[in-house]
């Protein structure tokens, strides 16, 4: 306001500039939103409002539960697997079911028509708002989204993708981080999400720099075996919500079936009571699980026992066998020992202490646990049962799926009613007490 002091305020601008194949530098006019902007500022702590970031429910209660109660707008989503483990699959029956929303999926390994069989093969293969792009430079991908405007856009695969602004080809370090930054650079600037697909390597750990999982939001990884119809989708990475969640899904010939009790999809081949086989009561994030512990135990044939673990510590499974000699008084030296976890889940839930030793004991000693008895304990190194977290939970979902015992430890009973309905609660202090209660 002329003729008063103070009316004047500075404010900073900065150009963007970009590297360019001459060596030499210009202003990012051609990267989305590379235009002039204000400098940031620093701010007091207490002067920042708070608020809850709202989200985005998908239609797949499974995906919504491991993002945390479901998509951030503007968030950015990198999801590994194995290949045709059923990324794309999966990624295309989230955009198809998105029917309140435009969607653009981008890919660059399969073409047109390739895609359109896919989500004919699927239960909702319908979705007008649902658009196709087969591109693999960043450049001509952001023209189409000017175009389309979507509220969500998926990227079939991140390696695939090249920017005319780096050399280097598709898949190289410098590629996919400067795609994997523009593409992360439009989401926060239109609070659009962005899902991403990532191959991995042959270690099972994502391809590419490790850069990419620090830059995203979310980190997923879709996990099964090839051969069985279970998917598990975990999540490894959360800005915004945990981390220790779980979602399971049936590959059937429609496309991927959410499964909503995956406890008793897990116990549904359960026959006639068999030895080396026990029932444990874990969680994963906020799902109680029950999980069928197997173990086999038979006279080694070599000089040195072998220890064989799938879906469980190999590490714990030995600290547990020594424990069973030490403090129980069984001769497991002269044994070959191989642990599964059925349905091919892979868990390291202290509670599954207790099954485990129960499984190795009953397979030894030939003889069946009763199939009406779960178990949920840590076993400690002196032998001792240790309690376990969030008991009332496991109990529920027992009793729901007609287990009517549970050995837990005596340490649960402190501040936890353990008199309920149609169950009948052991609590022990020591293993040797199991082991005795449930093979006399």
């Given at each position: ?303 040195t026992p072998q220890r064989s673990s799938t879906g469980f510590d190999a590490k714990r499974l030995q600290m547990l066998l020594a424990v069973l000699e ?115």
């Amino acid at each position: 306001m002329c003729g008063e002091w103070n009316t004047y305020v500075e404010e900073v601008v900065q150009k963007e500039t970009v590297a360019t194949t001459t060596g030499q530098w210009k202003p990012a006019s051609t990267v989305p939103g590379g235009n002039i902007a204000k400098a940031a500022k620093s701010v007091p702590l207490n002067s920042i409002l708070a608020e809850e970031e709202p989200r985005i429910i998908t239609p797949d209660g499974e995906l919504n539960r491991v993002l945390g109660g479901g998509m951030v707008p503007g968030s950015i989503i990198l999801i590994g697997g194995e290949p045709g483990i059923g990324k794309s699959t999966l990624m295309l029956q989230i955009a198809l079911s998105m029917r309140k929303m435009k969607v653009l999926y981008v890919s660059g390994e399969e073409s047109e028509a390739q895609i359109k069989m896919r989500a004919e093969r699927l239960a909702d293969g319908q979705h007008p708002g649902c658009y196709i792009l087969t591109e693999t430079n960043t450049q001509n991908i952001f023209r189409q989204i000017d175009q389309v405007q979507p509220n969500l856009l998926v990227i079939d695969s991140i390696q695939t993708m090249h920017s005319t602004l780096v050399e280097s080809g598709a898949g190289s370090v410098s590629q996919v981080r400067e795609c994997t930054a523009e593409f992360l650079k439009f989401a926060k600037e239109t609070s659009t999400p962005v899902m991403l697909i990532g191959h991995i390597t042959k270690d099972g750990s994502i391809a590419g720099p490790k850069i990419l999982e620090h830059m995203v939001d979310t980190v997923l990884q879709f996990e099964g075996d090839r051969h069985m119809s279970y998917r598990i989708l975990r999540t490894t990475k959360n800005r915004f919500g945990n981390t220790s969640e779980l979602g399971i899904y049936e590959m059937q010939g429609d496309g991927l079936r959410q499964v909503s009790n995956p406890s008793e999809i897990l116990l549904s081949q359960r026959g006639e009571s068999l030895s080396g086989m026990a029932i444990g009561a874990t969680l994963e994030g906020n799902r109680p699980l029950l999980v069928e512990v197997q173990a086999l135990v038979t006279p080694a044939t070599y000089g040195t026992p072998q220890r064989s673990s799938t879906g469980f510590d190999a590490k714990r499974l030995q600290m547990l066998l020594a424990v069973l000699e030490k403090r129980a008084g069984l001769r497991l030296g002269q044994h070959d020992v191989f642990l599964n976890i059925a349905g091919g889940l892979r868990l390291d839930d202290p509670a599954l202490d207790l099954a485990v030793c129960a499984a190795v004991v009953s397979s030894l000693n030939d003889v069946p646990i009763p199939g009406h008895v779960c178990l949920a304990a840590e076993v400690g190194l002196s032998g001792e049962i240790r309690a376990v977290t969030r008991l009332d939970q496991r109990l529920a979902e027992a009793e729901k799926l007609g287990f009517r015992e549970m050995y837990v430890s005596q340490f649960n009973g402190k501040g936890l009613d353990l008199a309920r309905s149609g169950m009948k609660t052991y609590a022990v202090g020591r293993l040797d007490e199991v082991l005795d209660g449930l093979f006399g």
